[in-house]
């Protein structure tokens, strides 16, 4: 797909061919492959299966909601949502081709923002967290221990890289898009 489509990404069982859409991007949930084997036998059957919706032009939910300044966006409560679709819509345009994304919820609430699985067969999980001293929830431990990715990021809005303990990086958003820009030159 030529970079700059917006789409709906496919839900998992159908074709890899994107639909045009405005705006926005569904990602299919249950994010799982045959390679990276769950260490938990019981993990499918606590996946939840609905997609989840991003809409990954900030700009336009910021103008429909009249978030006409910094301080406009900070005081509402979608600026958190705001900063995850946009750093998913950063992410995504720097992906190598042929790179899928879903993101992984169970019905216990343990989730994951984005699942990218990598030309290669190479599984990243991103959280997003906005703010410069991000936390990681206990149900990120239990994420990654259910997929066993080859890298796991934190991504927040800082700039510094470092280990955040448990297998899991903080990255800021213009360091990890260069680093999947790279691959893609790979």
């Not at 074709?15 to 299919?28: E, M």
């Not at 081709?97 to 019905?107: G, I, K, N, P, V």
């Not at 510094?160 to 680093?179: D, F, M, N, S, V």
Request: with cysteine; charged share 25%; glycine share 10%.
């Amino acid at each position: 797909m030529p970079r700059g489509r917006r789409c709906i990404l496919p839900r998992s069982g159908e074709s890899g061919r994107s639909r045009q859409a405005v705006g926005y991007s569904r990602l299919p949930g249950g994010a799982s492959r045959p390679s990276h084997d769950h260490r938990r036998a019981n993990v499918k059957k606590r996946l939840v299966k609905s997609p989840k919706v991003y809409v990954r032009d900030s700009g336009l939910v910021h103008t429909l909601l009249r978030l006409d300044t910094l301080d406009d966006l900070l005081g509402h409560p979608v600026a958190g949502m705001s900063w995850e679709g946009f750093v998913i819509e950063t992410l995504l345009r720097a992906a190598p081709e042929r790179t899928q994304a879903s993101f992984y919820r169970t019905t216990t609430g343990v989730e994951m923002d984005l699942v990218l699985e990598l030309p290669g067969n190479r599984l990243w999980t991103v959280e997003v967290k906005r703010g410069l001293a991000p936390m990681i929830e206990a149900g990120t431990y239990t994420a990654l221990e259910d997929m066993n990715p080859d890298a796991a990021f934190l991504v927040y809005s800082g700039d510094e890289r470092y280990p955040k303990g448990g297998g899991i990086e903080a990255i800021g958003l213009r360091q990890l898009a260069q680093e999947l820009a790279t691959l893609d030159a790979a």
